[in-house]
Structures are given as C-alpha cells and as structure tokens.
C-alpha cells in the first residue's frame, strides 16, 4: 500500500528565514517517483519536482533544495531565505512505477509572513 | 500555465443534478488523469485515460464517469449530485505510457463543483 505521510499541517516563518517542509512514504515498491507540487492561494496545482528511486542526489534549484533520503524513506524540501510568495499549500506525492496514479500527502500550508 | 485546460472554472448546482467538466490536455500528451481535492478526503486519484482507453481507476464512485475522446480532450461526468460531492475537480495530463517510467503530470487550474 502507498502512504504519503506530511506530518507538519501548518508553518509559519518571517521572511528570509530557511524552512524545511517534511515528507515521508511508505511503499512495497523497489521502484517508485517521488513529487513535490505546490498550491498557492490561486488554487491551481504547480509542479516542482520528479524524483525516481534510484536518484538519491539531492537536488538544488535556486532556493528549492530537495534531500532524499531512501533510508528513511523521506523527500524533504527545502526552502532557502523564504519570500511572501512562497506562500502556499505543498503537497508531496508517490508513485510506484507503471502505475502512474499519484498518492498524495495531507499537504503541508506554509505561510510566510513579511 | 501548465497548458492543461479545464473548463468551467465555477459550477454551482443543486443535489440530485448532473454536470459534466471537460478537460483538454497539454499539446502532445495523451494521458489523462482526474483527482479531486475535498476538505475530508485530501487529493485523490479518480480515474485515468490513455489514448482513449481507461487504463487506472482510483477512488471513483460509480455515479461518476469519465471518457477521453479522438481529439484527446476527456470530460468527467457526475451524476445524481449529493452534498459531499462539492469539491475542486482537478484534470493532468502527461505525455506517454512508458513501461517503468512514471511522467510528470501537469495539473489543469481545476473546476470547483459547489452542490447546494
């Protein structure tokens, strides 16, 4: 069975402060994708990352830096000196490979204060 | 914008009513997927189509359907509408079906259904 688990409901943090979000699944699967989209207050769903299971580089994209962790089967995402507009709900989602459907996690709601 | 159409953006109607949302994908692709966001159930996985076939089910009640047409454009059909039905509708589309390969889904700005 596929479980996205988003511990954290709601994060607040002042502008420029660093703030991680945390993610973590559970999957039988040997292979699977890991998501991260992103939900601003608009409503509509953006899309920021892929990862398959067989990539554990950390990835870093300007002030998005994201660690997994196969080990302890999480996909943290990081948010480095936070803007107003990165205020949003985000969501990390699984996949197993072929199935293509996503699970998606209960959505983490960040709010960052000016 | 992903590219993902969906249409209309707004729907209110009234229990026991049926609507139906439409979808049309990003140029080139030819899956597409429908979720809904409701504030109990989170995100869940609907139904998928592929080139016209249905080719997943998720959590898809059976007074909902769903078809995908030549052009590729899919429409969701809800039927005898209830209270609980009231949701954002989201549509994706990604690109192929590759075996062991899961693509990036590309989410449409989604049609909140309001049931009164």
């Known amino acids: 069975a596929q479980k996205v688990t988003q511990a954290q409901t709601e994060i607040s943090v002042v502008e420029k402060e660093d703030v991680t979000l945390d993610c973590v699944y559970e999957t039988r699967d040997t292979t699977y994708y890991l998501f991260w989209y992103k939900q601003p207050p608009s409503g509509e769903l953006v899309f920021l990352i892929r990862?398959?299971?067989?990539?554990?580089q950390n990835e870093i994209s300007g002030r998005y830096s994201w660690n997994f962790q196969k080990s302890t089967s999480s996909f943290n995402f990081t948010i480095t000196a936070s803007q107003v507009v990165d205020s949003a709900v985000y969501f990390c989602a699984l996949s197993s490979t072929g199935a293509n459907n996503l699970f998606f996690g209960t959505g983490t709601r960040l709010t960052v204060i000016p | 914008d992903s590219g993902v159409t969906q249409t209309p953006k707004h729907l209110i109607t009234a229990t026991g009513q049926r609507v139906t949302l439409r979808c049309s994908p990003r140029?080139?692709?030819?899956?597409v997927y429908w979720y809904q966001q409701s504030l109990d159930q989170g995100l869940q996985f609907l139904i998928q189509?592929?080139?016209?076939?249905?080719?997943a089910k998720g959590n898809i009640l059976e007074r909902f359907s769903a078809q995908q047409f030549p052009d590729l454009h899919s429409e969701l059909n809800l039927s005898s509408l209830e209270l609980g039905d009231s949701a954002l509708y989201f549509c994706?589309?990604?690109?192929?079906?590759?075996?062991?390969?899961?693509?990036?889904?590309?989410f449409g700005p989604g049609t909140r259904l309001t049931v009164l």
């Open positions: 990862r398959n299971s067989f990539d554990e």
């Open positions: 140029s080139g692709d030819l899956s």
């Open positions: 189509y592929y080139n016209g076939e249905e080719r």
């Open positions: 994706a589309s990604s690109p192929t079906l590759l075996a062991g390969v899961t693509d990036t889904q590309y």
